[in-house]
């Protein structure tokens, strides 16, 4: 199991993976291992005139292999936890020596199994399985992830007084995005959102119409000139021909 250490301005920075893991592996607690050199100790120091009963080291022998089963079983059980989140998107918080709480998501590529400690990798890192602190959907992280661009989206849109036609293709992309998401996923837009989108949409509608009319009425004033243009241009030419035929009597 490799975690890498980063080095920043000349100094060891812990990454989170490698808090992670450290802490998972300084919190063994007290295992098999512990108990039978416990046991074996209470052995060796004991009071050779009134020695341990063999019937009291039987018993504490049976509760060592109590304590054995219940480890190999929440080993199993944290392995089939952990296995079970493969594929599967997570978010892990752990703390570094500093004290300060990081939080990464990602999805989980493989588990492995290490010291009675169950490891998930996400982006090529270890992270201690006991350090996952959720298990996501994906359909509520593409849910969340549309309704944030979509805000942020909206966030960058001038004030409703100062839209221009220079925002129609910026609101038209919001319009069809929003109308293209599911029910779920416009759930995650609240209601003023909503409402502003309207307000935008109106708005430019009316600027568009405004723009063709004003388009519409400047191309009729150009037709108007053009036809004036055309019959001044007509009544010159004919006075012109008058005055050449008198002339050529």
Partial sequence: MAVGAVVNNGKIEETTSESSVKKAASNNGMDKDAFLQLLVAQMKYQDPLE????????SQYATFSQVEQMQNMAATMELSRASSMVGKLVE??????????????GTVEYVTYENNKAYVSIDGNLYSADDVTAVVDETYQTAVDLAVAFINAM???????????????????LQNGFNSMTSYQQSFISDSYIEKLKKYVERMAILTEEADKTEENNGTEETGKA?????????????EGTAGAGENL
């Fill in 227 to 239: 036809e004036e243009t055309d019959q001044n241009g007509s009544a010159q030419g004919s006075t």
């Fill in 155 to 173: 966030d960058k849109l001038p004030s409703l007084e100062n839209l221009t036609l220079n925002e129609k293709d910026s609101v038209t992309t």
């Fill in 51 to 58: 020695p341990t009963s063999n019937t009291e080291y039987i």
């Fill in 92 to 105: 892990v918080q752990t703390t570094d020596s500093n004290g300060e709480v990081k939080s990464i998501q």
